[in-house]
Structures are given as C-alpha cells and as structure tokens.
C-alpha cells in the first residue's frame, strides 16, 4: 500500500501562486508514475499533470494542455515528494486538488483509472 498526503492548498487573489506538494510512504516501489488532479464542484476529475517515478524514463513529465505554461509537476525523490507549482492562477482553477500514484501505462497516464492510490485532496481557492 501507498500513502499519499497532500499539503499547500488555500485561498489566493487572482494572478497569485500555490505551491502544492504530496508526500508518498509505504510501498513506494509499487509507484511508476504520480500525478495531480483536480475536480471542481459538478465536474469531473480533470487531470492536470504526471512525472515519471521509475524505469528509463524517470523524470519525464507530462502537462494537460489547460494547465501547459502555468502549472509544472516536479518531484524531490529523496524525499518521496512531487509538487505542482502553479502561477498566474485563475478563479476557475478553484478546485480541490488530489495526488495520484500508480503503475498506468501509457494509454492511461492522464485518466483517473491509471492511477491505484489517491490522497484526500486538498482546496484550492482562486478569488476574483
């Protein structure tokens, strides 16, 4: 099992930054990849971004189009943490944020059913 704990989330003003971080723990070696999420009150789970944990790629990472140039996934893997820095944010980016870990193949690295493990989620909330 793996443990995912997400922390960085609160209120912003328009423009601003939040640096969200998840920590893993537990059977860390089961994780090929993480990812962030978001889901917005009535919508779908949006992926947003994911970063290769293990094999020949490690490191590589990926970004949602709707996210590309403001958002960007990194990860410290002496800790066992990734991060999602994200600039300029918008009232539409007002969300709660989830953490994702698993072992998907490519076809489903930007799909919620790739990933196996998921945090609690943390709110973001981008003021007008």
């Known amino acids: 099992q793996v443990q995912l704990v997400e922390s960085g989330g609160g209120l912003v003003q328009t423009g601003g930054s939040l640096r969200l971080a998840c920590a893993a723990s537990g059977s860390t070696s089961d994780i090929h990849a993480m990812a962030w999420f978001r889901q917005a009150p009535g919508k779908e789970r949006e992926f947003l971004a994911t970063i290769r944990w293990s094999g020949g790629s490690t490191g590589n990472t990926f970004h949602a189009d709707s996210v590309k140039g403001r958002f960007a996934i990194s990860r410290d893997k002496f800790i066992n943490t990734i991060f999602l820095q994200m600039n300029s944010l918008k009232p539409e980016d007002t969300a709660v944020y989830y953490c994702?870990?698993?072992?998907?193949?490519?076809?489903?690295?930007?799909?919620?059913?790739?990933?196996?493990?998921w945090g609690q989620g943390t709110q973001v909330t981008v003021s007008s």
């Open positions: 994702a870990a698993g072992r998907p193949i490519t076809s489903s690295m930007r799909t919620v059913r790739g990933y196996g493990y």
